[in-house]
T-cell receptor, first 112, second 113 residues
Framework: GENVEQHPSTLSVQEGDSAVIKCTYS??????FPWYKQELGKGPQLIID?????GEKKDQRIAVTLNKTAKHFSLHITETQPEDSAVYFC???????????FGRGTSLIVHP | NAGVTQTPKFRVLKTGQSMTLLCAQD?????MYWYRQDPGMGLRLIHY???????AKGEVPDGYNVSRLKKQNFLLGLESAAPSQTSVYFC????????????FGPGTRLTVT
């Protein structure tokens, strides 16, 4: 089955810096890669996703890149703000599968 | 729309007690899931359902049972709680589509003493 590795497990940055979280996946048939943000005391919420026919996608300060050859994808957050502090999960799913495989999460801390 | 709701929000059980966690969604989603979240372990799938009346085992199903008698509800049962089941439980739902984006509930924090 699919295996998703996520790094780092903890990331501490100063407000205004950029943050990058990386994930690798094992199954070349995976074609959907969502990123979820989990704020303290809440459930995860989708913030951005990318499909395998696209190399990069942006939404304001966040972007996701995908390298299918290397089987890795990354979340980029620019101009970080304290409200970006949360746990971020990457996931991968295979075409036609309704069960994603999640990474173990990254705790992002943005210091004011 | 309320989205995905979970009942209760918090619960403390003694070892051996039983309880049922209720998940409800008002988005008419076909698929529903139960996950547990433990520190450093991410989200692990317990059971899932692809439609009313169907259930299937996920990654960590032992000690749990589920039922989906109505499309909008997905129940997670613990017949004899153990301290190892102390965790935060999340329900999620999704609809058929290109990516199956999951919508999560707010979670239930369960402590078994």
């Amino acid at each position: 089955g699919e295996n998703v590795e996520q790094h780092p497990s903890t990331l501490s940055v100063q407000e205004g810096d950029s943050a990058v979280i990386k994930c690798t996946y094992s199954d070349s048939a995976s074609n959907y890669f969502p990123w979820y943000k989990q704020e303290l005391g809440k459930g995860p919420q989708l913030i951005i996703d990318i499909r395998s026919n696209v190399g990069e996608k942006k939404d304001q300060r966040i972007a996701v890149t995908l390298n299918k050859t290397a089987k890795h994808f990354s979340l980029h957050i620019t101009e970080t703000q304290p409200e970006d502090s949360a746990v971020y999960f990457c996931a991968a799913s295979i075409a036609g599968s309704y069960i994603p495989t999640f990474g173990r999460g990254t705790s992002l801390i943005v210091h004011p | 729309n309320a989205g995905v709701t979970q009942t209760p929000k918090f619960r403390v059980l003694k070892t051996g007690q039983s309880m049922t966690l209720l998940c409800a969604q008002d988005m008419n989603h076909e698929y529903m899931y139960w996950y547990r979240q433990d520190p450093g372990m991410g989200l692990r799938l317990i059971h899932y359902s692809v439609g009313e009346g169907t259930t299937a085992k996920g990654e960590v199903p032992d000690g749990y049972n589920v039922s989906r008698l109505k499309k909008q509800n997905f129940l997670l049962g613990l017949e004899s709680a153990a301290p190892s089941q102390t965790s935060v439980y999340f329900c999620a739902s999704s609809a058929p589509g290109l990516g199956y984006e999951q919508y999560f509930g707010p979670g239930t924090r369960l402590t078994v003493t």
